[in-house]
């Protein structure tokens, strides 16, 4: 029973959520909209004991003095501030809160999204080298919407901008759009499988 209840659970919470999607009436609508309710309240605990797990570890870490407790000590200050500022003063604009999201944190996240360009750049290096027919059209196809997309290409030649935009969206949304089909038929296949009990990977590797 210790691990039926809960494939119990997950199978009778499933169904009640397909079946307030496709019947959006009574008992269904208003059963989901519980299940939705009671999902937000489980969410907000897994983040408090997120939250207290990341507590915990940076502390061991602090006291056994690891490589980089520095960072854990930087870490746990401005957590500790960001959270008693948030507290006791609001998250208004003129609180200490809101001086420290915008002029700490906001910097400092668009650094981190800024290293993303050399890691695209990397890997735009070793995927553009034509060493085959299917590489060498995704080279060219990505010089095409880099001059296309940069003055200097209309400048060069005004082609080059609808060639660039006729690139991004036929072949480019074709390809995104087979991509979500086979995630969409991934979710569907992982769904189904959690909801019937044959992936059980949340129950302790079971």
Not at 3 to 17: D, E, H, N, S
Not at 57 to 80: E, M, N, P
Not at 87 to 104: E, Q
Request: aromatic share 12%; charged share 10%.
């Amino acid at each position: 029973m210790k691990r039926q209840i809960p494939l119990i659970i997950t199978f009778l919470a499933g169904l009640a959520m397909i079946l307030g999607y496709f019947i959006p009436h009574e008992p269904f609508g208003g059963l989901q909209q519980m299940l939705n309710t009671w999902y937000m309240v489980v969410a907000a605990f897994a983040m408090i004991l997120g939250v207290g797990n990341l507590i915990k570890l940076h502390t061991i870490k602090i006291r056994k003095r690891k490589q980089g407790f520095g960072y854990s000590f930087v870490l746990l200050a401005g957590l500790a501030a960001m959270a008693l500022f948030g507290i006791f003063r609001g998250i208004k604009p003129g609180t200490a809160f809101y001086w420290m999201w915008w002029n700490m944190h906001v910097p400092m996240s668009s650094t981190m999204f800024s290293l993303l360009a050399f890691f695209v750049a990397s890997a735009s290096y070793r995927a553009f080298r034509a060493r085959n027919i299917e590489a060498a059209l995704l080279l060219v196809a990505g010089i095409l919407v880099m001059i296309g997309r940069v003055p200097i290409g209309d400048m060069v030649w005004s082609g080059f901008p609808a060639i660039a935009n006729w690139i991004m969206n036929v072949p480019n949304t074709a390809g995104q759009r087979a991509i979500l089909i086979g995630i969409s038929l991934g979710v569907v296949s992982t769904s189904l499988r959690l909801l019937l009990g044959i992936e059980r990977t949340y129950l302790a590797g079971d």
